[in-house]
Structures are given as C-alpha cells and as structure tokens.
C-alpha cells in the first residue's frame, strides 16, 4: 500500500509516544475481572433461576423424574446383570 | 501455545483462539499489536495526555466486551480504529456541548469553489500537514486521518459518524477545502 503523507506522519507520531504500562496493568485487572464475572455468572446463575423458580412453587427441572427413578441410569440392569453365573 | 507462535497468528486467529479459550494471552496479543496506534490517535483527536490514556484504557475494555460481535466484514485494524474515533469524538461532543466539530456545521460556511484535489492534499509536506491538522475542527480532522490514514471506506467513515454516505462525501470535501484554506494562510508563499 502507497504510504503518503498522512501514513508517515502518523508513523512519526507513534514513534514519539510511548504507551504508559500502567494502561496494560489496569487493562489486564478489568481482564481479570470481567473473567471472574463471567464465571460467577456461568456458575451462580443456573442454581438463582432454580431457587427463582422453587420459591415460586415450582420444581427444579428433573427432580419429579428422579424421585420417580425413572430417569435412573441403571433402572434397566440389575447389579449382577453382566456377571456370568458358575 | 508459545509467544513467538502467537505471534505469527494473524488477528482473526488470534481473535478466534481467544473466543475459544478466553486466555487472555491472545489478548494482550491484540493489545500490543495496536494500543502504539490507539494511543498515538487519543492524543492526536484529545491533545492532552491523561484523557488519553484513560480513553485508551476505555477503547481496549470496550473492545475486549465487543470482541465476540467483531464479524470480520472489515479489517481488524479498522473496527478497532472506528471504536478509537467513535470514542474520541463523543467524549469531545460532551466536553464542548457547543462546540463545532465540523467546518460545515459552521454558520458561515459558504459553497466550495473548487473541489480540492487528493493531490494537492498528499503533497504536503509531513509537517507542513501537521500544522495545519491541529488547526482543524477535530472531526474534519478525524474524517481527514480516516479517509486518507487508515483508508476507511466512505460507508465505514458513515457508520462511525452515524451519518448517510453523500453527508460524508460533503463533510470530505468541507475538510479538504478547509485544509487548503489553512494551508494558504499559513503558508502564503505555496
């Protein structure tokens, strides 16, 4: 790309300041913090709608399931299912 | 992943790689490709050294929130520069409420003569253009940086101006003429 004259005085200018590295420590706190913030949220959220939704008379999703064991992961088998008999 | 390996990533890798991980290593690699630059153009547009770095402080927090909506349509560069703009013109609009940014919201303004030749702008001497920049109303400046520093297209210049495409091509020509005019009265002798 041509440079003209407005690219090299802009190329002037950078060369002339330098970026104060406390921009990148505060910056690298806000990172940090924003990341905790989204965790948080990713984690706290799910269990708030469901205390949300318990104190309005509701059930957590999958609890009637559970109770009823139908959904349990070895309704089908049996403990001994697999293990050949003498 | 190693430093020199993030290094040879292009930006969108760096940006996906970052989206995907959320380590913000790939960030601080974005951050050192272009806070010099964002840097340099807060002072230019601001001309004061703290608001500057607070504002780039500010533009990278605002990019590091939007990265995931960065589409990839344009150059990194460019969304980049056009959040550095945007920033930098609302912040002088709210300090100067009436304040003019721009030569052809002036009262005065009267009809340009003659178009003023992209020629006759890019033939300036660098500081010759340095003078007469700083003597602009900031956003003929900034339209001027946009357009002939950064190569913005007139609808990227529209969309950070939040203006229609033929407001911009008169505020590029209202800018050009103004930079002559300056250029003349400073420089009688050209």
């Known amino acids: 790309m041509d440079e003209n004259n407005f690219k090299r005085l802009s190329k002037i200018e950078?060369?002339?300041?330098?970026?104060?590295?406390?921009?990148e420590h505060n910056l690298q706190h806000s990172v940090n913090f924003f990341g905790l913030v989204g965790n948080l949220i990713e984690v706290f959220l799910p269990i708030v709608f469901d205390v949300f939704v318990a104190m309005n008379g509701g059930e957590k999703e999958g609890t009637e399931n559970t109770k009823a064991g139908k959904y349990s992961p070895d309704r089908n088998s049996t403990p001994f299912q697999n293990r050949k008999t003498p | 992943?190693?430093?020199?390996?993030?290094?040879?990533?292009?930006?969108?890798?760096?940006?996906?790689?970052?989206?995907?991980?959320r380590d913000s290593s790939f960030f601080s690699v974005l951050y050192h490709r272009y806070a010099r630059k964002v840097f340099s153009k807060c002072i230019?547009?601001?001309?004061?050294?703290?608001?500057?770095?607070?504002?780039?402080?500010?533009?990278?927090?605002?990019?590091?929130?939007?990265?995931?909506?960065f589409s990839?349509?344009?150059?990194?560069?460019?969304?980049?520069?056009?959040?550095?703009?945007?920033?930098?013109?609302?912040?002088?609009?709210?300090k100067k409420k009436s304040g003019v940014l721009f030569s052809d919201e002036m009262e005065s303004v009267g009809e340009v003569a003659d178009e003023v030749s992209d020629e006759e702008l890019l033939t300036m001497e660098v500081?010759?253009?340095?003078?007469?920049?700083?003597?602009?109303?900031?956003?003929?400046?900034?339209?001027?940086?946009?357009?002939?520093?950064?190569?913005?297209s007139i609808l990227e210049?529209?969309?950070?101006?939040?203006?229609?495409?033929?407001?911009i091509k008169m505020k590029i020509m209202r800018a050009k003429e103004k930079a002559r005019m300056i250029y003349k009265e400073l420089y009688p002798e050209k």
């Open chain 2, 127 to 152: 500081e010759r253009l340095k003078v007469v920049l700083d003597k602009m109303p900031l956003g003929d400046k900034s339209i001027l940086l946009m357009k002939y520093n950064d190569d913005m």
């Open chain 2, 1 to 21: 992943m190693e430093l020199t390996t993030q290094k040879e990533l292009t930006d969108t890798e760096v940006i996906h790689l970052f989206l995907k991980t």
């Open chain 1, 14 to 23: 950078e060369g002339r300041c330098d970026v104060p590295t406390k921009i």
């Open chain 2, 44 to 69: 230019s547009l601001l001309e004061d050294q703290t608001q500057a770095e607070d504002a780039t402080q500010d533009i990278f927090s605002k990019i590091f929130l939007n990265l995931s909506k």
């Open chain 2, 72 to 94: 990839g349509q344009s150059k990194f560069s460019t969304w980049i520069y056009s959040i550095t703009y945007n920033y930098c013109i609302d912040l002088i609009r709210k």
């Open chain 2, 157 to 167: 210049i529209a969309a950070v101006l939040d203006k229609s495409e033929s407001a």
